[in-house]
């Protein structure tokens, strides 16, 4: 198994509502990451778990709320949303954690919408 | 401040041409550059990566070069083939893991 999964693929929500994003790699990567990409943007580093631990939050909003329960998992809760929050979620893994030169390997997204 | 810049938006080269992307970086601890390609409604794909401490690396028609000094990396793609039309990112970082990627190059392969 060689890919990066994303569940959903699309997903619309409310402000008020709480919902999760998923994210699964089989290939015994160490480091697992979330983007938010824009149109027309480049992707932005927005958390990386190294060794099942977070190791980089980039400032983010406490609205977003990082979870891996496993090597393999990544999650990302979301409450409370803003509709400036609407993006393309971006899941990726990469075989090392820091320390090591290595590349990241990307699922195809979740597109999410917020009303 | 965007630390990693494409500063051609959009290229289109004829099939069996050579497609040039140019990437240009500010940081000078930057020291591993990767090149991805992304489809519409997919995530992006690892094409190739190169390190400082080599100038160039390729792999079949993907060639990436690496010139320190001036802080630019381009990747070359000989010969284009319409199934290379995508948008080309180019993202540069170091051992922590962190990448920072560029605005991206659309690139069209004509027939």
């Known amino acids: 198994d060689t890919e990066v999964t994303q569940t959903p693929k699309h997903l619309v929500m409310g402000m008020t509502n709480k919902k999760s994003l998923k994210c699964e790699q089989h290939m015994g990567h160490r480091a697992m990451y979330w983007y938010k990409q824009k149109a027309k943007k480049p992707p932005e580093l927005m958390f990386v778990y190294s060794y099942e631990k977070l190791s980089i939050n980039e400032s983010v909003p406490s609205r977003f709320s990082p979870e891996c329960p496993n090597s393999s998992l990544l999650n990302l809760h979301l409450h409370a949303l803003q509709p400036e929050d609407s993006a393309l979620y971006l899941c990726?893994?990469?075989?090392f954690g820091q320390g090591a030169y290595n590349e990241q390997f990307f699922g195809p997204g979740t597109r999410l919408t917020v009303l | 401040d965007q630390q990693v810049k494409q500063n051609s938006p959009s290229l289109s080269v004829q099939e069996g041409r050579i497609s040039i992307l140019n990437c240009d970086y500010t940081n000078s601890m930057f020291d591993y550059f990767l090149w991805y390609k992304k489809y519409p409604a997919e995530g992006p794909t690892f094409l190739i990566s190169?390190?400082?401490?080599?100038d160039k690396n390729e792999d079949g028609r993907f060639t990436v070069f690496l010139n320190k000094s001036a802080k630019h990396l381009s990747l070359h793609i000989v010969p284009s083939q319409p199934g290379d039309s995508a948008v080309y990112f180019c993202?540069?970082?170091?051992?922590?893991?962190?990448?920072?990627f560029g605005t991206g190059t659309s690139l069209t392969v004509i027939p």
């Open positions: 993202a540069a970082g170091d051992t922590g893991n962190q990448f920072y």
């Open positions: 190169i390190s400082s401490i080599k």
């Open positions: 990726a893994s990469s075989q």
